[in-house]
């Protein structure tokens, strides 16, 4: 919709700017850019829904499925540090709420910028494809920037689930101790 939105306000604009007293067309472009506005929210917020909703489904599924499979190991899996209760709840809780914003974010972002792209390049080549040809050109340019980018936000990733990890380790060692020293109740 972002192409289309971006076309006729161009031509709204153009046709203010042109020819002001002729108001049929002012206002046919205006409906169809309110149109078009209006519609754009409806599928932006349909594409949330759909897509935060089809990640907590297969997010719900993975924990059920990891969680089975923790329940059939033996009683040695368990003796073993990193199969910890505090470090088996840390990976079902914070590790599928990380993959489930992938789900629900990246995957619905690549789609419109895939769909966005794809329409834009074949809009661009039917005006004139001269011009298209020498956009393509800064591609590799653009393609070399997002992978630094990636690169940094994976490293920033990666830190943020190390220390949330030992924020966590922390909090049920905490946890753990007051219940032993103070009895069964609750911390908070």
Known sequence: MTPIFSFLLSRLMFEVSANPADASIINSYGGLVLGIAALDGLLLGSK???METSAIRWVTRLRNTAFARVLSQDKTFFDRPTNAPASLAQVLVKDADDARSLVAVVMGQCVVVIAMMGLGLVWAMVWGWQLTLVGMAIGPVFVGVMGVQSGLV???????????EEVARVYYEVRFLHLIFFGGEDLC
């Open 154 to 164: 994976a490293k920033a990733e990666v830190r943020n689930k190390r220390a949330r």
């Open 48 to 50: 949330y829904f759909l």
